[in-house]
C-alpha cells in the first residue's frame, strides 16, 4: 500500500478524553492512567467504535519498556479472541524486509543499487519487459526500489482485482503478474521520470534475491537481514515457508465483509507483499534496522535518501506521527510499522482489514491514524 498524508485532527479526540480521566483521578486521590492502560484503551476502541474493523493488534517500546496488546477476533466465524502475540498478512510493510534485503546484497558485492536492472534480473524476465518497450539498460535498481521506473502496477489495476475474486484459489506466479501490469497497466514515465507506486517493481526485486541467494524469499530475507538473530521468532512468507511453531494464531484479514483468509497468498506473495509476521517482531526489527544491527550506517543513510520530489525513499518512507517525524511503511490488510528516532519510539498495528476507502482519504480511522494516536500517548512534549 501506498504512502499517503493521514489527517488526525479527529483521532484525537479519545486522547483528550483519556487526559481527562488522568487528570480527575489525580485530583480525586485514585491511580492515575499509565501510559499502558491508554494504550489498552485506544485497542480496545478501534474494534468497538468501527463494525469494519475485526481485530487491532499493537506493540510500541520506547527506550526499554514495552507493551503490547489486542482486541477483536481471529475471525467473525469463531469469535475467538485475538492474543497479542497474533500473526497477520504484513502486505506492503514486506518491501522495507525486500529492500533491506537488496541493500545486504549490495554490502556483500553481489550487485549495486545503481546497477541497470536487466544486469541482475533473469533474461525472462528481462525480455518480457523489452517486448513492451521498457529499457531495462536505463532503469536501475535504485529507481525500481524508490517506484520511479516506470513500470506499472499489476496490483492496483480493476482488471487484476476483478481476476483475484473470479478465481481466489488460484496460485499466481511471478511471471503472470509481471504479464499481467504489461497488458494491463499503462508506462507512467521514462526511468527516474517521477514517483508511481509500484508491487510489480517489488516482485522483480524479489526474484533478483532468490536468484543471488539461491533461496526462497522468505528464506533468503531470514538469512541475509538475520532476522534471528534480532529476535523475530514469527516471521516467515505465507504458504511457502513452514509455520513457525512459536507464531501466534493468525488473524483473518477482512474486505468488507469478505473473510480474505481463502484467497490464495499468491496474489500478493513474491515481493510487494507476502510475509507474515506479528506486531512484536515488526517492532524488533525496526528497531534493529534502525540501530544499525541489520546494515552498516552508510547503506541505511542511502536507503532513507529521498529522490528529489519523491515522498517515498527506498522500501520505506517519512511519516509524521504525533510531533514525531517517524520512517517506516503501511500494508494493505491495515499493517503498519514505524521508528520514530527522535524519541526512540517503535510502533507495530494491524487492524486486519483493508480500511474503507472514504474513512481512510478523510483521515477518520487506518493503520497510520491509529499508530498515531499511540505515539501520542508516549510521546514527551
Known amino acids: 500500500m501506498k504512502p499517503?498524508?493521514?489527517?488526525?485532527?479527529?483521532?484525537?479526540?479519545?486522547?483528550?478524553?483519556?487526559?481527562?480521566?488522568?487528570?480527575?483521578?489525580?485530583?480525586?486521590?485514585?491511580?492515575?492512567?499509565?501510559?499502558?492502560?491508554?494504550?489498552?484503551?485506544?485497542?480496545?476502541?478501534?474494534?468497538?467504535?468501527?463494525?469494519?474493523?475485526?481485530?487491532?493488534?499493537?506493540?510500541?517500546?520506547?527506550?526499554?519498556?514495552?507493551?503490547?496488546?489486542?482486541?477483536?477476533?481471529?475471525?467473525r466465524a469463531s469469535k475467538t479472541p485475538l492474543p497479542a502475540q497474533a500473526s497477520f498478512r504484513i502486505a506492503s510493510v514486506t518491501k522495507t524486509f525486500v529492500a533491506a534485503s537488496i541493500f545486504k546484497l549490495a554490502e556483500e558485492g553481489k550487485l549495486n543499487i545503481s546497477d541497470a536492472l536487466e544486469t541482475q534480473?533473469?533474461?525472462?524476465?528481462?525480455?518480457?519487459?523489452?517486448?513492451?518497450?521498457?529499457?531495462?539498460?536505463?532503469?536501475?535498481?535504485?529507481?525500481?526500489?524508490?517506484?520511479?521506473?516506470?513500470?506499472?502496477?499489476?496490483?492496483?489495476?480493476?482488471?487484476?482485482?476483478?481476476?483475484?475474486?473470479?478465481?481466489?484459489?488460484?496460485?499466481?506466479?511471478?511471471?503472470?503478474?509481471?504479464?499481467?501490469?504489461?497488458?494491463?497497466?499503462?508506462?507512467?514515465?521514462?526511468?527516474?521520470?517521477?514517483?508511481?507506486?509500484?508491487?510489480?517493481?517489488?516482485?522483480?526485486?524479489?526474484?533478483?534475491?532468490?536468484?543471488?541467494?539461491?533461496?526462497?524469499?522468505?528464506?533468503?530475507?531470514?538469512?541475509?537481514?538475520?532476522?534471528?538473530?534480532?529476535?523475530?521468532?514469527?516471521?516467515?512468507?505465507?504458504?511457502?515457508?513452514?509455520v513457525p511453531a512459536s507464531a501466534g494464531p493468525f488473524a483473518h484479514p477482512y474486505f468488507g465483509e469478505l473473510d480474505a483468509a481463502g484467497l490464495d497468498p499468491s496474489s500478493d506473495l513474491w515481493g510487494g507483499g507476502g510475509l507474515v509476521s506479528s506486531t512484536t517482531?515488526?517492532?524488533?526489527?525496526?528497531?534493529?534496522?534502525?540501530?544499525?544491527?541489520?546494515?552498516?550506517?552508510?547503506?541505511?543513510?542511502?536507503?532513507?535518501?529521498?529522490?528529489?520530489?519523491?515522498?517515498y525513499a527506498h522500501g520505506i518512507y517519512p511519516q509524521r506521527l504525533g510531533h514525531q517525524q517517524c520512517w517506516g511503511h503501511n500494508g494493505f490488510w491495515g499493517s503498519a510499522a514505524f521508528y520514530c528516532p527522535d524519541q526512540d519510539i517503535t510502533v507495530a498495528v494491524s487492524i486486519n482489514a483493508f480500511p474503507p476507502t472514504l474513512a481512510s482519504q478523510l483521515g477518520l480511522f487506518n493503520q497510520t491514524v491509529f499508530a498515531d494516536q499511540l505515539v501520542r500517548v508516549i510521546e514527551k512534549p
Open 281 to 311: 517482531d515488526l517492532v524488533k526489527f525496526f528497531r534493529g534496522l534502525f540501530q544499525g544491527k541489520v546494515l552498516s550506517r552508510t547503506s541505511l543513510q542511502q536507503m532513507l535518501t529521498l529522490p528529489e520530489k519523491n515522498p
Open 121 to 242: 534480473l533473469s533474461p525472462a524476465f528481462v525480455q518480457v519487459l523489452k517486448e513492451h518497450g521498457y529499457q531495462t539498460d536505463q532503469i536501475t535498481l535504485d529507481q525500481v526500489l524508490t517506484h520511479t521506473s516506470g513500470i506499472p502496477d499489476y496490483a492496483e489495476t480493476e482488471p487484476y482485482f476483478e481476476a483475484v475474486m473470479k478465481a481466489p484459489t488460484h496460485r499466481w506466479t511471478r511471471m503472470e503478474q509481471l504479464k499481467f501490469a504489461m497488458e494491463h497497466a499503462e508506462k507512467v514515465g521514462q526511468p527516474g521520470e517521477k514517483y508511481a507506486y509500484s508491487d510489480t517493481g517489488y516482485i522483480l526485486l524479489g526474484e533478483i534475491i532468490e536468484q543471488k541467494t539461491g533461496l526462497s524469499l522468505g528464506a533468503a530475507i531470514q538469512t541475509l537481514l538475520g532476522l534471528g538473530q534480532l529476535g523475530l521468532t514469527s516471521t516467515w512468507q505465507e504458504s511457502v515457508d513452514p
Open 4 to 75: 499517503a498524508k493521514q489527517k488526525t485532527l479527529k483521532t484525537l479526540k479519545p486522547m483528550h478524553a483519556l487526559m481527562f480521566v488522568s487528570v480527575l483521578a489525580s485530583c480525586s486521590g485514585a491511580t492515575p492512567v499509565t501510559p499502558e492502560q491508554q494504550l489498552s484503551s485506544l485497542t480496545q476502541e478501534a474494534i468497538e467504535r468501527r463494525n469494519w474493523v475485526p481485530s487491532a493488534v499493537a506493540s510500541v517500546q520506547w527506550g526499554d519498556k514495552h507493551w503490547s496488546g489486542a482486541a477483536g477476533v481471529v475471525d
